[in-house]
């Protein structure tokens, strides 16, 4: 660290937490009510999400205006690492959670209510589901959402795959440029990372576009359907963030922010976005080829 | 001093918990042996354990106790150095895996017999719903619901004055038990018709899970006649306590008589449908219906708990256009406890309970519909109900 | 002792000695880690009267048979929300803020790691509370399916769903930032020279549960996601008609949900792990093993989740495998209790109330673990499952056990943080207090289970009300014996026999080498540490 004080920097009086409790309150609180209906939630939803903004957006000012400062030394440095790395983790195990379901549907409770398994797996198709034919994809035994056709990983979702693996490819390039000092290769090759999760993310939501219209593949289409939009539509989601978190480091690449040993946020918005990256690589092996 | 303080506590303690266990009988303080051979091995490994727990804890706490006792700064006891020591260390590790290796035998054993469904001479469909039960005999085409007792019924509902002591098996009571042979190896059929039930009879170890649009395999074989209690153990709403279960277990020849005269039965009822019913023979059924199965949210006096549950006296839908009425309480109203009852009653008992509700608490519409307007409604309804239904209603929609 | 070892070489920044700010925004906008660990503490114990309260209203209702009080559906809100509160707002928030207060301490580190992101942590818990139990007042009532929430039933629930729901996730991330901040802190902020086998016990079991905490909070929160989608978008996760399976929700909630509750046990763990060596005046017994059991039981805890769904139809394979390893956990804790017993064997023993807790809990934790291992003979669980067998079992793990170990905790430890010794005449009467009646509370429990009184019941049979009543007393007694607890503390922090840094003969590590109260800001300067200096 070439300004650091010494000594581990504790900060005093944190403003910011109490301004995103505030917000995630408002809105969790307008969330719910909007979910029950009502017009007021929607409102007081988008005043929490804009007051979560301005607390993201002040606290995160704040903290590199201290990294700026060089207030932070290498412990310091260490602990924000050792925090997005655990992030990182709990968001695996989140996921953890959907590819769970869809594996377990698919590998148990699918087959049992097409009357594979001991103890009652026959009856259970005999009895309740007489009609039924286990094969995935499938909507379940009562065809909920009638019928559908599935996605296939030929074409888009293969485009795609190669888009976000080019991503992870140029994320790597910009990596390397800081880490030779050269910040304006950087900001470029960030630049197209960053292009290349829009580019992702738009494709993702002309494959929405079609499955609803042409395939009528919908989240009500049974659990083919609930799983796919969950799994996909999760990681979009997380695409749309590891995205916004790059073109913030890009904009702070091009103030002259960081340097070749200082890019620690740089590094963490790379994590993120190359776990974005193997996390589709799952989705794509298990929800789209198999 | 410290040392008579600790005494003083012990004996209290025990003063505290001997007469306690005084004012009942030992049975109500263990597991009761059953009737089946395997609730009886169940008996056997349950009082296994616990024997072990037993003397693990008296050799832990006396060890400890001991301790306790001896090795106090107030006897003079200077404290030793050691903190570890490898061989005792392998040693209670692998003494507990001993110990556990002894159990996990038999109780295995156990299992894999409890797990054994094949070789059964009769099935059973048991339904839950929210709340009671349905038996299908799946040989014999009977079927009926079983639900508590009207009369405890009445007593359990809140501020009721009923005196308790009067029933010999409060709340474990039901209008019309389920049947069965002895000697029997029966198979047990358990899903659910809406949430997770639970068919419980601690006389047989039987207890499984009701999974909405799962079935799930059981069996017993019962040894004894006699009539045994159980309940629902899985939570399932406002009336999960007022679920019981009920089985009388009778010698083959008795029970071959039931089974005819529930035939008969069957057959007389599905008579009744089609005939014409007077109102005062509705109103006279649907009585016993709504005590039976609406009280519990429309109260006896059809007032309803504001708030909660809307009053059938004066009720817009029970005094007003009946189409409204008969779809109210035969779909149910989504999103509210308000279920569909289609599935729960046949057609007398609907027929009955919608003309009950106009007549009654005021409502003096004058009238009726007829079980066979019911049965004609609810085969119209089966095509258009998929739709209709919210979606964890789901089996219902389907049989 | 090994303050002595203070590196006086180390160079250091310049460092605003100055204390709180004053006022109310201190406790708002505080980065301390004392002050944020004060502020957790005071939320768990306002939090156990909102729970306990509920939980003599469900004792009330089962006083005698018969529906005197309650409708059943607030007799089911209760019921959920008393759990709700007792696990996510009293044990698992004291343990954080007993990790906050002396962890920073126990490793010689000026603060925690994330200083701003622990302020955020706690003052999230009181909004996300305030939307969880505001759902009790909304017309739909709170949620009443079980604190489990399985569907189909939890789907049934009125308005209040969504924002249950939402107070889980909001919960969530608290959890998750605090318990990210503790691993941080432990890594990266122990003195120079601390090794990971030189860390106190209560360091160790923190770290394990923080790292439980990081795994299954997220899996529990996309379970109840999926809860959401089901109810307001159509999908079909838990739903066979659609191909889904409402016994997956199961799955996914118990692989949280069996690591959750060693989350509630293993701060006790390390907690225990201090108090028994130092009121036995000898080192703890069996330091290594004490934390590769810990490892080992946190590792069990993520393949036994199943042992709570024994009656739902698994597959004979399943079944068996889930009661070898339920089994199996007893033998990591056996090491625990053996280690204890071990510590107290030949030490030279006084019995102050820290003490008597520790030993109270000690004992009445073996208890509820010996029945959890009952439960986990799965032909015997079939019959104990959803009875109040069940709940005897839990309670005597998480009051005489969690519980105790926080009681135990704040009286070994609130010397150090007010200046002033507590009442050591009433905290012993509180323990003895205490002690009687949580037996009477929950020892009956076990006899009403047996005899087959299902969980979740407001009106039972007339079998059952002998016991039923006895539980009800122990219930107010031990409830209203709090009062004496919250008497105690408070009068602490007013004044009392002033406090030695050292507080305990025997007590051993870094925290004591400090002044009692403990400045604002300690160990600015790190301590160095060697081989042999004391930090367990
Ligand atoms: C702090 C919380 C805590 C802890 C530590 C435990 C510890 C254990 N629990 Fe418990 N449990 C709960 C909280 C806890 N539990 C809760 C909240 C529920 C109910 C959830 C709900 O449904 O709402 C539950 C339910 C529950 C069930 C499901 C019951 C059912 O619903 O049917 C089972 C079944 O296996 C079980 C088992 C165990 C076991 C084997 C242990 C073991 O870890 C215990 C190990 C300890 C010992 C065994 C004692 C000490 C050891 C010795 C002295 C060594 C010698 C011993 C031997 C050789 C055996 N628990
Ligand atoms: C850490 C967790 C924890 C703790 C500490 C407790 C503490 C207590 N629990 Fe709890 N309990 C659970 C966790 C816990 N419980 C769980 C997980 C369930 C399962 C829920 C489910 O089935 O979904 C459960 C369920 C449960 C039931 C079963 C309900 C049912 O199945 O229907 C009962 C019944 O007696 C009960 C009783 C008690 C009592 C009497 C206490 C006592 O220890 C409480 C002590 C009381 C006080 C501390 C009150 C003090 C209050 C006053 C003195 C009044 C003054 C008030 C104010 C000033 C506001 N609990
Ligand atoms: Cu049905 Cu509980
Ligand atoms: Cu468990």
């Known amino acids: 660290m070439s300004t650091a004080t010494d000594g581990y920097y504790i900060p005093h009086e944190a403003k910011w937490p109490i301004v995103g409790s505030i917000g995630l309150f408002t809105t969790f609180w307008g969330l719910a009510s909007w979910f029950n209906g009502s017009g007021l939630g929607q409102f007081t939803f988008f005043v929490g999400m804009a007051i979560m903004v301005f607390m993201l957006f002040g606290w995160f000012s704040t903290v590199v205006g201290e990294s700026q400062n060089g207030t932070y030394n290498g412990q310091v440095d260490t602990s924000f690492r050792m925090c997005m790395s655990w992030f990182i983790f709990s968001e695996v195990m989140f996921f953890g959670a959907f590819f769970g379901a869809l594996f377990y549907v698919r590998n148990y409770s699918g087959p049992w209510l097409g009357g594979e398994g001991a103890g009652g797996a026959d009856v259970t198709n005999a009895v309740l589901w007489s009609s039924y034919d286990y094969v995935w994809p499938t909507d379940g035994p009562a065809d909920i959402g009638g019928g559908f056709q599935s996605m296939g990983w030929f074409g888009l979702p293969l485009v795609n795959t190669l888009l976000l693996l080019f991503s992870g490819l140029t994320c790597t390039i910009a990596h390397h440029a800081i880490k030779d000092g050269d910040r304006e290769k950087m900001v470029r090759w960030l630049g197209a990372t960053v292009a290349l999760g829009l580019i992702f993310t738009g494709v993702q939501a002309y494959e929405y576009y079609h499955a609803y219209h042409a395939l009528d593949l919908k989240l009500s289409s049974g659990i083919y359907g609930s799983t796919f939009f969950m799994l996909t539509g999760f990681h979009g989601f997380h695409v749309c963030m590891g995205a916004i978190m790059l073109a913030v480091v890009m904009f702070r690449g091009m103030k002259g922010h960081f340097t070749a040993e200082n890019h620690f946020a740089f590094e963490a918005a790379a994590w993120y976005w190359h776990f974005v990256d193997v996390v589709w690589l799952g989705l794509f092996v298990f929800v789209y080829i198999f | 001093m410290r040392f008579g303080i600790i005494r003083w506590m012990l004996i209290g303690l025990i003063a505290t918990v001997l007469p306690s266990v005084g004012l009942a009988e030992w049975g109500n303080v263990n597991m009761p042996k059953g009737v089946t051979e395997i609730s009886r091995e169940v008996h056997g490994l349950h009082m296994t354990i616990f024997y072990i727990c037993c003397i693990i804890g008296v050799l832990v706490f006396g060890v400890m106790f001991y301790s306790i006792f001896k090795h106090r700064k107030s006897q003079g006891v200077r404290a030793a150095e050691f903190h570890e020591s490898t061989t005792v260390e392998i040693l209670w590790t692998v003494v507990p895996l001993v110990i556990l290796i002894a159990m996990a035998i038999p109780a295995a054993r156990v299992l894999i017999k409890m797990e054994d469904f094949t070789g059964s001479e009769m099935s059973i469909k048991v339904t839950g719903y929210q709340w009671r039960w349905q038996y299908e005999y799946l040989d014999e085409g009977i079927s009926f619901y079983s639900q508590l007792d009207p009369e405890h019924n009445a007593a359990r509902q809140k501020d009721s004055d009923v005196d308790l002591t009067q029933f010999d098996n409060y709340l474990k009571e039901v209008d019309k038990p389920l049947v069965v042979p002895v000697g029997k190896k029966i198979r047990f059929l358990h899903t659910s018709a809406d949430v997770i039930h639970s068919w419980w009879v601690p006389a047989f170890s039987v207890k499984k899970d009701a999974n909405p649009g799962f079935i799930n395999e059981n069996w017993a074989l019962i040894e004894e006649p006699g009539v045994y209690r159980g309940k629902c153990t899985e939570l399932c709403g406002r009336d999960h306590g007022f679920m019981p279960v009920v089985v009388h277990a009778l010698p083959q020849e008795e029970y071959d008589q039931w089974v005819s005269e529930q035939q008969d039965l069957m057959a007389e009822n599905a008579s009744q449908t089609d005939r014409q019913w007077t109102k005062e023979e509705l109103i006279a059924q649907g009585e016993k219906v709504y005590g039976a199965s609406c009280l519990g949210c429309h109260q006896a006096e059809g007032q309803g708990i504001p708030g909660m549950f809307p009053a059938i006296a004066g009720s817009q839908v029970a005094t007003g256009n009946i189409e409204t009425h008969i779809e109210t309480v035969m779909l149910g109203v989504p999103d509210t406890p308000m279920d569909g009852y289609a599935s729960k009653l046949d057609d007398i008992d609907l027929a009955a309970v919608i003309t009950y509700q106009r007549n009654a608490f005021g409502n003096n519409l004058g009238d009726t519909v007829q079980p066979y307007q019911m049965k004609s409604l609810r085969q119209g309804l089966n095509q258009s109900r998929a739709v209709v239904l919210d979606q964890f209603d789901i089996t219902r929609g389907v049989n | ?536």
């Open chain 3, 1 to 536: 002792m090994s303050y002595a070892d203070t590196n006086e070489d180390v160079h250091h920044g310049d460092h605003d000695h100055h204390g709180p700010a004053p006022g109310l925004m201190r406790w708002v906008t505080t980065t301390n880690h004392k002050d944020i660990g004060t502020l957790y503490l005071w939320f768990s114990l306002i939090m156990f009267f909102i729970g306990g309260a509920m939980a003599l209203v469900i004792r009330a209702e089962l006083w005698m048979p018969g529906i005197q009080i309650v409708d059943p559906m607030f007799f089911n809100a209760m019921t959920t929300m008393h759990a709700i509160v007792m696990i996510f707002g009293v044990v698992m928030p004291a343990f954080v803020g007993l990790a906050n207060w002396m962890i920073p301490m126990m490793l010689g580190a000026p603060d925690m790691a994330l200083p701003r992101l622990n302020n955020w942590s706690f003052w999230i818990m009181p909004f996300a509370f305030t939307i969880m139990l505001s759902t009790l007042f909304m017309d739909s009532g709170g949620p009443a399916g079980g604190w489990t929430l399985y569907p189909p039933l939890s789907l049934q629930m009125g308005d209040s769903f969504a924002f249950v729901i939402f107070a889980i996730h909001f919960l969530g991330i608290s959890s998750v930032m605090g318990s990210i901040n503790i691993v941080a802190t432990i890594f990266n902020m122990r003195a120079p020279g601390m090794k990971l086998m030189q860390m106190p016990m209560f360091v160790w079991t923190w770290l394990i549960t923080a790292f439980l905490l990081i795994a299954t909070i997220p899996v529990f929160a996309g379970a109840v996601t999926m809860l959401l989608t089901d109810r307001f978008f159509e999908t079909s996760f838990f739903s066979a008609a659609g191909g889904g399976d409402p016994v997956m929700y199961q799955h996914i909630f118990w692989f949280f949900g069996h690591p959750e509750v060693y989350i509630l046990i293993l701060p006790a763990f390390g907690i225990i792990s201090h108090i028994i060596p130092t009121f036995s005046r000898k080192q703890l017994f069996g330091y290594d093993s004490m934390v590769y059991a810990t490892a080992s039981i946190a590792f069990l805890s993520f393949i036994v989740w199943a042992h709570h769904m024994f009656t739902t139809g698994m597959p004979l394979a399943a079944e068996l495998f889930f009661m070898f390893s339920t089994m199996m956990i007893s033998v990591p804790t056996g090491v625990k209790v053996f280690n204890w017993v071990a510590t107290m064997w030949r030490g030279s023993m006084t019995f102050e109330t820290p003490m008597l807790f520790a030993i109270g809990f000690v004992i009445m934790f073996t208890i509820g673990g010996l029945s959890g291992l009952m439960l986990a003979i799965t032909p015997a669980d079939i019959q104990y499952h959803d009875t109040y067998f069940v709940v005897a079992h839990f309670h005597y793990v998480l009051v005489p056990g969690a519980i105790y170990s926080i009681m135990a905790s704040v009286y070994f430890w609130i010397p150090k943080w007010t200046g002033n010794m507590y009442d050591e005449k009433l905290g012993k009467i509180h323990f003895w207090v205490s002690t009687i009646f949580v037996n009477v509370l929950f020892f009956p429990m076990h006899f009403v289970g047996l005899a087959g009184m299902p969980r979740r019941i407001p009106d039972y049979s007339l079998q059952f009300a002998d016991w039923n009543m006895i539980a009800s007393i122990g219930a107010f007694g031990f409830g209203f014996s709090q009062l004496m607890f919250v008497y105690i503390i408070i009068k602490c922090v007013r004044g009392g026999e002033k406090a030695t840094g050292q507080v305990w003969e025997g007590a051993r590590g870094l925290e004591w080498t400090i002044d009692s109260p403990a400045p604002y800001h300690t160990f600015e300067d790190s301590p160095i540490i060697t081989s042999d200096t004391v930090t367990r």
